[in-house]
């Protein structure tokens, strides 16, 4: 059986430890490969490879690093095949999402920041004849970043790039749920010629690798994605040693469809920002609002919509609906689809889990499913589900349908349905979330800001925010005579 290795001070490495933990294969609920259950000396290690990287690495011309990065991408590209399946049977996610999304993304990632470091500028203040400010922005030195397994490379090289570009180096752990593509990374950056020690990656679980990273004293930036608990619970190590911290975290969207929508392009993207990836996007739109006069007529097609979507394998290439990543997490949301019937809702459609057959047997799969019936503030109208699972709920006027959607501890993403340009503006004024999408869903330009306000999280990723979180800006006054 394959065993994954760390990637550090530029080679491939077993655990210090010797420990292995098992990976599974979603669609088949069978191990088929194994990671380093890596710990704190393996950390350590990796630490002080980045650090000794970190002099020259920072004073790397930024047109090396720039073209450095860009090579990295070039190789995604010509491994995209390669790429896709190997994210697709570690996280059960189709194929085809893979191909399209997962891993052209991660490339253009990397093209992103290595083009955007490029055009970063630093400001000049003049104080008229009196003195001169300007700015200057330096790599703040070994960064740390931390990503969760629902869209594994993409999310993880959405930290990385922009850290090796404005020249940190890194310290990386990707989620011990989906550890492959990181792994196929490394032996990527390795094939680019990545001076050693640049990126280090170290496999295992959280509370082992992501803690020791978290906690080391000369790392003092760290990039996390993933749950709001995790994030709390990171937050409180990192706030005493006063690192920089860049989280982004879990969400319970609101979907709010106004009678005026274009009906067809809406029900059309609301499968997709519902169900896509199984539901386990942050950015899904779990909560989904209907205007009263629009609401049976929605309900009726869209259910009808959600009965047709049928689970399957995801390496086929027809396959719209995957499986869930984990017997742990798949057992989660079925609890959740039966506190739902406790709080006295109806299951439209789905509710179950699927028992596919053949090879995919031994999979977790569930259902595409729709809830009707909950009063806006019951647990599961609350708590993030991370699942193919929707409520529905009718709405009256603008301000209660604002006051719904605003009633969770999350403010991450939005999505507004209308046609009427001028309540656009106004509801997306008045949502509490980082991320609003109107007539749209996942349109994505990388230049803008990307994350969550509340409990969603903590500062931007995106842009040249992300280039700057990974820096530390020194202000030079000069007293003209
Ligand atoms: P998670 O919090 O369980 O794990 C995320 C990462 O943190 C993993 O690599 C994990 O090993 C690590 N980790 C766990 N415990 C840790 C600890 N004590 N110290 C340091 N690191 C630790 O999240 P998950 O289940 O992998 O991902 C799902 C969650 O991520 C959902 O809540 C989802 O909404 C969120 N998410 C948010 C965004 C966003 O951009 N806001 C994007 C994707 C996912």
Not at 339 to 366: H, M, P, R, S, Y
Request: glycine share 8%; proline share 5%.
């Amino acid at each position: 059986m394959e065993r994954l290795r760390n990637y550090i001070d530029g080679v491939l490495v077993a655990p210090l430890g010797g420990a292995y933990i098992d990976n599974y294969n979603p669609a088949t609920g069978n191990v088929y490969s194994q990671i380093p259950d890596s710990d704190e000396r393996d950390v350590e290690l990796a630490y002080e490879a980045a650090a000794r990287a970190f002099p020259a690495w920072s004073r790397t011309a930024k047109e090396e690093r720039s073209a450095l990065l860009m090579r990295i991408a070039d190789l995604i590209d010509a491994h995209h095949e390669m790429l896709s399946r190997a994210e697709s049977t570690d996280n059960g996610k189709p194929i085809q999402l893979a191909r399209t999304v997962d891993i052209p993304r991660a490339a253009a990632n990397f093209r992103f920041y290595a083009t955007g470091i490029l055009h970063l500028s630093s400001e000049a203040n003049s104080m008229e004849e009196t003195a001169i400010n300007y700015t200057l922005n330096e790599p703040a030195g070994v960064a740390g970043c931390i990503s969760p397994w629902n869209l594994p490379l993409y999310l993880f090289t959405w930290k990385i790039a922009p850290a090796l570009a404005a020249g940190c180096t890194v310290v990386a752990k990707p989620s011990e749920i989906t550890p492959m593509t990181a792994f196929l990374l490394s032996e990527l950056c390795i094939a680019a010629g990545l001076p050693k020690g640049v990126l280090n990656i170290v496999h295992g679980y959280g509370h082992r690798v992501g803690a020791a990273i978290t906690a080391h004293p000369s790392i003092p930036v760290i990039s996390f994605t993933g749950g709001t608990k995790t994030g709390a619970g990171i937050a409180r190590i990192a706030a005493p040693l006063f690192k920089k911290l860049s989280l982004e975290l879990g969400g319970k969207n609101p979907n709010i469809i106004f009678a005026d929508c274009d009906f067809e392009q809406m029900l059309k993207m609301t499968m997709h920002s519902s169900f896509s990836n199984q539901g386990e996007i942050c950015l899904c739109g779990s909560r989904i609002f209907i205007e009263r006069p629009l609401y049976e007529k929605f309900k009726q097609a869209f259910v009808e919509k959600a009965k047709q979507l049928k689970a399957g394998d995801p390496a086929d290439d027809k396959t719209r609906l995957g499986a869930i990543v984990s017997k742990q997490h798949k057992e989660k949301i079925l609890s959740y689809i039966a506190l739902a019937k406790d709080e006295g809702g109806t299951v439209l459609c789905g509710g179950n889990q699927v028992q596919l057959n053949g090879e995919c047997a031994g999979g977790w799969f569930i259902e595409p499913t729709v809830i009707e019936g909950l009063v806006f503030d019951c647990r599961t109208n609350q708590e993030e589900i991370f699942g193919p699972v929707v409520t529905l709920t009718p709405f009256d006027t603008e301000e209660e349908v604002l006051g719904y959607a605003n009633s969770t501890q999350y403010g991450l993403a939005g999505i507004i349905w209308t046609t009427n340009l001028n309540r656009a503006h106004r509801v997306a004024q008045r949502l509490q979330s980082g991320i609003i999408w109107v007539n749209c869903w996942l349109l994505r330009d990388l230049r803008t800001p990307f994350g969550g306000m509340k409990q969603s999280g903590m500062g931007r990723e995106g842009g040249f925010e992300a280039l700057r979180f990974f820096m530390e800006a020194k202000n030079v006054c000069i007293k003209l005579s």
